[in-house]
């Protein structure tokens, strides 16, 4: 069974740092290609940054410089280090892992940006 379990989300001030992490399971993680992304009330979920099996990272422009995106192939884990937070990054932030034709959806963890 594939699990994907996000953690690290909560309610932050602008300019605070949040740390995300996603631990996936039933997968044979390093090969698989990894990513975060976000959905805000009444939008539709973005990609926010992805790293692929190679450890090629891609950003969306607006998290640019703020953002990291890493993974452990040792602990199966992938991680996104968000920093200068602002209200406009308030969203579930979901974990993705993509090997085609599979891809695997975590639950999603809040992220509220606000004073």
């Known amino acids: 069974q594939v699990q994907l379990v996000e953690s690290g989300g909560g309610l932050v001030q602008p300019g605070g740092s949040l740390r995300l992490s996603c631990a996936a399971s039933?997968?044979?993680?390093?090969?698989?290609?990894m990513g975060w992304y976000r959905q805000a009330p009444e939008k539709q979920r973005e990609l926010v940054a992805t790293?692929?099996?190679?450890?090629?990272?891609n950003y969306v422009d607006s998290v640019k410089g703020r953002f990291t995106i890493s993974r452990d192939n040792d602990k199966n884990t992938i991680l996104l280090q968000m920093n200068s937070l602002k209200p406009e990054d308030t969203a579930v932030y979901y974990c993705?892992?993509?090997?085609?034709?599979?891809?695997?959806w975590g639950q999603g963890t809040q992220v509220t940006v606000s004073s």
């Open positions: 039933g997968i044979p993680f390093s090969i698989y290609n």
């Open positions: 790293i692929s099996r190679g450890g090629i990272t």
């Open positions: 993705r892992a993509e090997r085609v034709p599979r891809t695997y």
